[in-house]
């Protein structure tokens, strides 16, 4: 976590778990504070896309 930053504004990362194993989070989001952005983790695979370039 300490690597990851937000490609919006660069602020830090906060994440929230919804579903874990003992390895890997399965589900969740991580968020942005300085900009409100939620970049979803979906299957074990967070979406660092900017808001506006997701599907």
């Known amino acids: 976590m300490d690597i990851l930053a937000c490609p919006v504004c660069k602020g830090q990362l906060r994440l929230s778990v919804d579903e874990e ?3 890997e989070i399965i589900a969740g ?3 942005c504070p300085k900009c409100d952005v939620k970049y979803p983790i979906v ?3 967070p979406n660092l896309l900017p808001p506006d370039q997701r599907n």
Do not use: R
């Open 21 to 23: 194993d003992e390895m």
């Open 29 to 31: 989001f991580l968020y």
């Open 43 to 45: 299957d074990t695979i």
